[in-house]
């Protein structure tokens, strides 16, 4: 019988191909505040993409888990005095900003590596809680990650207000594929949108997200 690990991953993948119904949609499992052994359970159940808020939570669980190939995303606020950690160890950075970041995160990158994936963060709803760019500052910024070449811009990342009516949840999601769809006409190389969590990720898989982070859902209970 499958363990639980798997169970979960298997049950959260179902659900994201119903709806995705043949598009390329990437889980990232929300691994914060999970201790290794949980994220080393559900790699060995078949999951390599992971996200981390903390940058030195994550690169605790780096070191632990060096034998696991998984590609690391940061998905929580970045302090610029992090920016070297976050450039040298992680795969992914989904919450670019402010431009103070870019040429910190630009110099800091390895050469031997590729370039760091770099979404722009929006605060869609302006919420003083919430980090992100105003959707006004969205090509300013996304056009300085692309001019430095140890930066690869791929996108947007929201996390839109959770309103409790699925039909505003819906709208806000709708609001932010339209303005990917935008930044694309500019960058035509983009090709990931990050939004919808555990408790609407099937919402915002039905309005074009291509990456969906998912955390207790696919974990559970911390433990």
Not at 9 to 26: D, M, P
Not at 154 to 183: C, E, T, V, Y
Request: with cysteine.
């Amino acid at each position: 019988m499958p363990d639980a690990a798997a169970q979960r991953l298997a049950s959260i993948r179902q659900r994201i191909a119903a709806v995705a119904q043949g598009r390329t949609a990437t889980l990232v499992a929300v691994s914060k505040t999970q201790p290794a052994a949980r994220v080393r359970a559900m790699h060995a159940a078949g999951q390599t993409v992971f996200g981390e808020n903390y940058v030195q939570e994550a690169l605790a669980k780096m070191t632990e888990l060096a034998d696991c190939a998984i590609e690391w995303h940061l998905i929580g606020p970045l302090q610029s005095n992090k920016c070297r950690e976050v450039a040298e160890h992680f795969d992914w950075m989904q919450t670019l900003d402010r431009a103070k970041l870019i040429p910190l995160l630009a110099r800091h990158r390895p050469d031997g590596r590729a370039p760091l994936n770099v979404l722009v963060q929006v605060n869609l709803d302006d919420e003083d809680s919430k980090s992100g760019a105003h959707p006004a500052d969205i090509d300013a910024l996304a056009d300085a990650v692309a001019r430095q070449p140890r930066l690869r811009l791929r996108g947007l990342m929201s996390i839109p207000k959770p309103w409790p009516n699925p039909d505003q949840r819906r709208a806000g999601f709708r609001a932010l594929h339209a303005m990917f769809q935008a930044l694309k006409q500019r960058h035509p190389g983009i090709d990931t949108l990050s939004m919808g969590m555990s408790d609407d990720f099937e919402l915002a898989l039905a309005e074009g997200a291509t990456m969906v982070r998912v955390g207790s859902a696919l974990f559970g209970p911390r433990g």
